[in-house]
T-cell receptor, first 113, second 110 residues
């Protein structure tokens, strides 16, 4: 089955700086790569996603890049703000159907004031 | 109107008891899941249902039994609860891409 590795497990950055979280996946058939944000005590919520036919996608301060050849994808957050503090999960799936999302182990992002 | 709702939000029970968690989605999705989030925050899929049929059954003790009466509902029944079952359980539904999660059920076995 799919295996998703995520690094780092904890990331502390100064407010206003950029944050980068990296993930690798093992199954070359995976074609859908979402990122979820989970605030303390809340449910995971999608913040951005990318399909395998696209190399990069941006939405305001967040962007995701995908390298299919190397089987890795990254989340970039620019101009970090205190409300960006949360646990971020990357995931991979074959998209549609009922294969489910295989999640990385999460990155606890801490924004230092 | 909540897209994926699960109840209860908190569940405290003694070892050996049987309990159920209910989940309902109003998104019209065919696929629903149960995920377990342990104390280290790792999200692991337990079950996947597509249009009421079980598709994925990960390595989960058979004390856990999902039931899908229709494609909008996926309930989780747990028999003979153990201390190690304490976790947050999330229901989710998925269309072609995004998976929507319920609010989670924090299960504490004492």
């Amino acid at each position: 089955g799919e295996n998703v590795e995520q690094h780092p497990s904890t990331l502390s950055v100064q407010e206003g700086d950029s944050a980068v979280i990296k993930c690798t996946y093992s199954d070359s058939a995976s074609n859908y790569f979402p990122w979820y944000k989970q605030e303390l005590g809340k449910r995971p919520q999608l913040i951005i996603d990318i399909r395998s036919n696209v190399g990069e996608k941006k939405d305001q301060r967040i962007a995701v890049t995908l390298n299919k050849t190397a089987k890795h994808f990254s989340l970039h957050i620019t101009e970090t703000q205190p409300e960006d503090s949360a646990v971020y999960f990357c995931a991979a799936s074959k998209g549609g159907g009922a294969d489910g999302l295989t999640f990385g182990k999460g990155t606890h992002l801490i924004i230092q004031p | 109107d909540t897209a994926v709702s699960q109840t209860p939000k908190y569940l405290v029970t003694q070892m050996g008891n049987d309990k159920s968690i209910k989940c309902e989605q109003n998104l019209g999705h065919d696929t629903m899941y149960w995920y377990k989030q342990d104390s280290k925050k790792f999200l692991k899929i337990m079950f996947s249902y597509n249009n009421k049929e079980l598709i994925i059954n990960e390595t989960v003790p058979n004390r856990f039994s999902p039931k899908s009466p229709d494609k909008a509902h996926l309930n989780l029944h747990i028999n003979s609860l153990e201390l190690g079952d304490s976790a947050v359980y999330f229901c989710a539904s998925q269309g072609l891409t995004e998976a929507f999660f319920g609010q989670g059920t924090r299960l504490t076995v004492v």
